[in-house]
């Protein structure tokens, strides 16, 4: 037999070995982790030299110009909402002037022996009379008593209380004979 002409030696055979095999393995990581370093390598260089070259230009008029219009626009909401504020005062004091001067007129009517409703410009002697209503006699108004519950009341919620809350049937057999 005739041996090659310029034998490899054996530890040379075993290191190609261990690098086929990782690149066997590992072969696509490797790749797409070289393209990455290369895109690294060619674009970082280039953002550096843009960022040192070209300091941010920080102009103190443009900020000066930037601060006094946000001020003005803080000035202007200020001065709507103090508008808004003196005329829900204005309302306000007009509501408890008006509930003031009934309270007067009724306590005057009281004194006199008269029904409130008189002094308050409503005739007593137009209320209808308990009876058949019809569908044309105006609706009643809206009287300014306390809900008995609040607007958010849901019966099915639980939170009502009280002693007609629903409780499910007793688990297990029925013990009737």
């Not at 090659?4 to 490797?30: H, L, Q």
């Not at 408890?96 to 009934?102: L, T, V």
């Not at 137009?126 to 300014?144: D, F, L, N, Q, Y």
Request: charged share 30%.
């Amino acid at each position: 037999m005739a041996e090659p002409p310029f034998p490899k030696p054996v530890a040379e055979n075993v290191a190609v070995a261990a690098v086929w095999s990782v690149f066997a393995d590992y072969g696509w990581f490797i790749l797409f982790g070289l393209i990455v370093i290369y895109i690294l390598v060619q674009n970082l260089p280039r953002k550096i030299r843009e960022r040192s070259s070209h300091p941010p230009a920080y102009e103190p008029e443009a900020i000066v110009r930037r601060e006094e219009g946000m001020m003005a626009a803080r000035r202007r909401m200020q001065e709507e909402i103090d508008a808004q504020a003196a005329v829900f005062r204005e309302k306000q004091r007009e509501r408890e002037e008006e509930k003031r001067r009934q309270k007067i007129a009724k306590w005057e009517s009281m004194k006199e022996g008269k029904s409130y409703k008189a002094a308050l410009g409503q005739n007593p002697a137009e209320e209808p009379e308990p009876g058949p209503s019809t569908s044309a006699a105006a609706p009643k108004p809206k009287s300014e008593k306390k809900p008995l519950r609040s607007g958010g009341y849901n019966p099915l919620s639980g939170d009502g209380g009280g002693s007609c809350a629903w409780r499910p049937g007793r688990r297990g057999p029925s013990s009737g004979g």
